[in-house]
């Protein structure tokens, strides 16, 4: 017991230092990388410049800053709202258009000219745009028996929050007031996987939507735009 007792203390000695030793490599090597990850992130602040942005948004005023104006792709609808949008959402958005994810002819186009810094001030922008402006106003009153079933069947508020305009996650997207063509046009865009010329390619929606008809669909496109929230359209002229 007594020879047993040192060599096992010398043995454990030897072991925490030896464990001692590669946590210190370790550490170091941790701090290396946290170092070498601190020089390269500056560049790439996470963060957009909505004044940076300004002198980009005249590629997008055409669309998005004109009230009630149309698109056409799928079929015709209502450019969607993106002012008073959370920039983390719009900057997810806008890379899925540029990756392919969301198949879109114009967006892929448009965003497949920004960098990673556009977007993050267009997205920033467009966040703060409009927030000076009254709310819209919702129509008022609680879901039918029925749109309330869809509503519960999908969980819908889970995710897109109380009133659907609070989301539960910044990259999530705020539903509340959106035009209910384009929401419409989104929700089978989602059923839409794989496909090399239409839909989204997103795994939590997808999930969603499976098992809606679309006439359960425009009900829900329907009720949702009915909703008041933050999101506008901000008519901008292309001379300001
Ligand atoms: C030619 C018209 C047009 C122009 C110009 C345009 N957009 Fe769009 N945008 C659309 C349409 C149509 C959609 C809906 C696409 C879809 O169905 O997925 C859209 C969708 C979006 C979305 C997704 C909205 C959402 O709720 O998911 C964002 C973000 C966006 N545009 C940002 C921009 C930005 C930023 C610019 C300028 C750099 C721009 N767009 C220029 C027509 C346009
Ligand atoms: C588990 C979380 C979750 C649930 C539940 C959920 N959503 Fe979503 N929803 C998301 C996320 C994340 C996105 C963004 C996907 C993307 O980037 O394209 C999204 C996007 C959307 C969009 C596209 C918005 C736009 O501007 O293009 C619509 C419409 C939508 N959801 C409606 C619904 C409805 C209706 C329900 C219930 C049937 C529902 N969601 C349930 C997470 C969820």
């Not at 040192?6 to 701090?31: D, E, M, R, V």
């Not at 980009?56 to 609808?77: D, L, N, R, T, W």
């Not at 467009?126 to 009153?141: H, I, M, N, V, W």
């Not at 996987?193 to 098992?211: E, H, L, T, Y």
Request: hydrophobic letters at 40%; charged letters at 15%; one cysteine or more.
């Amino acid at each position: 017991m007594k020879t047993l007792r040192p060599q096992k203390s010398i043995a454990g000695h030897t072991l925490s230092n030896t464990a001692i030793k590669a946590l210190l490599g370790a550490a170091a090597f941790g701090a290396g990388l946290a170092l070498t990850l601190l020089a390269a992130s500056p560049a790439k602040a996470a963060t957009g410049n909505p004044e940076a942005a300004k002198a980009k948004v005249a590629m997008c005023i055409g669309c998005h800053g004109i009230p009630g104006y149309q698109a056409s792709f799928p079929e015709v609808h209502k450019v969607p709202m993106i002012a008073g949008q959370s920039a983390a959402y719009l900057a997810a958005a806008l890379t899925a258009y540029q990756k392919g994810d969301r198949k879109h002819p114009t967006m892929k186009g448009i965003a497949a000219s920004l960098s990673e810094q556009d977007i993050l001030d267009l997205s920033a922008y467009y966040e703060t745009l409009g927030k000076d402006l009254p709310a819209k106003a919702g129509k008022g009153g609680a879901p039918s028996a029925a749109v309330t079933a869809l509503l519960q069947r999908g969980n819908c508020l889970s995710c897109h929050g109380e009133n659907l305009n609070k989301p539960i996650d910044p990259s999530y997207p705020k539903l509340a007031g959106q035009h209910g063509d384009y929401l419409y046009v989104a929700l089978k865009a989602y059923q839409t996987q794989g496909s090399a010329s239409m839909g989204r390619n997103n795994a939590i929606m997808a999930g969603q939507v499976k098992g809606y008809t679309h006439a359960e669909l425009k009900q829900l496109a329907q009720y949702i735009e009915s909703l008041g929230g933050d999101l506008k359209t901000v008519p901008q002229s292309r001379f300001k």
